[in-house]
């Protein structure tokens, strides 16, 4: 296996922010309450930027790898969790587009497999490409050679 075999993606910049624009739009919120009503007002809005800005953080800590043997699943700030699973394991692929991740050619990529630990596998917010033919291929050749095969 060499490096060009190896595929990383990460959910995009604008997806973390698209997720985070809620929280920003409270912050705003309770800066005018603050203008209008009190200035004590102004550390709940301090607050929720901080909240805002933990969660585009944790969003960008995501990482896929994607290889010719295993799928791994990296996410996480202060606590790391690293999930990896067989690529021989994956069952079925869904892509799912919502109207605002279609405008930023976005997706989120669900993957079904038999593992008991991680029977679901998503991809959240990232650039969409044709990356189901790719584990398709590799889920083939795993299957291939490890010579497993599916009897229905």
Avoid: H
């Avoid at 624009?21 to 009190?38: G, T």
């Avoid at 290889?67 to 996480?76: A, D, K, P, Q, V």
């Avoid at 790391?80 to 605002?100: A, C, G, L, N, P």
């Amino acid at each position: 296996m060499t490096q060009n075999d190896d595929i990383l993606l990460k959910p995009a910049m604008l997806f973390a922010f698209l997720k985070t624009l809620p929280l920003i739009f409270l912050a705003i919120a309770f800066l005018l309450l603050a203008w209008w009503l009190s200035p004590y007002f102004i550390l709940f809005s301090l607050a929720v930027c901080g909240v805002a800005w933990y969660r585009l953080l944790y969003i960008r800590s995501f990482q896929y790898l994607i290889t010719t043997e295993y799928i791994r699943m990296t996410r996480g700030i202060f606590f790391k969790r690293v999930d990896q699973v067989e690529m021989f394991r994956v069952k079925d692929y869904i892509i799912t587009q919502s109207f605002i991740l279609q405008l930023f050619r976005l997706m989120y990529l669900t993957l079904k497999s038999t593992d008991p630990e991680n029977p679901v596998i998503q991809f959240t917010g990232i650039p969409e490409s044709a990356i189901t033919d790719t584990i398709r291929d590799r889920v083939q050749e795993a299957r291939k050679n490890n010579k497993i095969y599916e009897l229905n």
